[in-house]
């Protein structure tokens, strides 16, 4: 269930931040004009009306700074929207590709080349956005620990027409037939037990760690 932000939140949290960062930030080199960044962001925020939605727009807002150690976190929304996807998934390469996972249909060394129709590296560039990181490439090694910038549908579950994988060496990779749609489990994703499994950048079959 959703909740409406409160006033006192949305005036608080902005002072906060704009405090921290005048006082704190030792990087200003990063290329962000932070208060033309915070000008906007209190012009977004002033007709935001959730939680969720005035979390992402913070979250935004302090991406730009550029450093993965300056952030903005929320317990709610992990409480509300961080259901693990149940799987953790890298950039290797030009793939995207599953390196641990506790679905058995979704197999170390799948591909997801797809999400909900957007081709996976648009999806993936459209939340860099909301990533904290101090480069791209970290903010794509972070994008599937942030489960709340998926759709709800994938943090659920989602259809497999989606996902391909590869086989032996050197064998084309194939679409995996619709099965079934994942349930995400209920247990925190770190505490599950799974077999950890990697493909190597020259798609040799994967090694278990």
């Known amino acids: 269930m959703e909740i409406n932000i409160s006033d006192f939140m949305r005036a608080f949290v902005p002072t906060q931040i704009h405090t921290a960062v ?3 930030f030792a990087h200003h080199h990063s290329g962000c004009d ?4 915070f000008h906007m962001y209190l012009a977004e925020i002033a007709s935001i ?3 969720l939605d005035f979390d992402l727009a913070t979250m935004r807002l302090m991406a730009c700074l550029h ?3 300056t952030a903005f976190d929320d317990e709610w929304l992990w409480q509300t929207h961080g259901e693990p996807l149940g799987f953790s998934v890298r950039q290797l390469a030009e793939s995207w590709t599953v390196v641990k996972s506790v679905h058995p249909s979704v197999p170390v060394g799948a591909e997801i080349v797809a999400l909900g129709g957007v081709p996976m590296a648009e999806f993936a560039e459209s939340k ?3 990533l904290a990181a101090s480069s791209v490439r970290a903010a794509r090694t ?3 620990r942030r489960p709340f910038l998926f759709p709800s549908t994938s943090r ?5 027409e989606n996902m391909s994988k590869c086989g032996e060496a050197n064998t084309p990779c194939q679409d995996l037939q619709p099965r079934r749609r994942l349930n995400v489990f209920p247990r925190p994703f770190q505490s599950c037990a799974f ?3 990697m493909r190597t950048l020259s798609r040799m079959p994967p090694s278990v760690l």
């Not at 932070?34 to 960044?37: G, I, K, N, R």
């Not at 659920?156 to 497999?160: N, Q």
């Open 67 to 69: 450093n993965g150690h």
């Open 34 to 37: 932070f208060d033309e960044a």
């Open 128 to 130: 860099l956005p909301f």
């Open 195 to 197: 077999q950890a499994s």
């Open 156 to 160: 659920f579950g989602w259809p497999m």
């Open 49 to 51: 009306k959730t939680r």
């Open 22 to 24: 005048a006082l704190c």
């Open 142 to 144: 972070i994008l599937f």
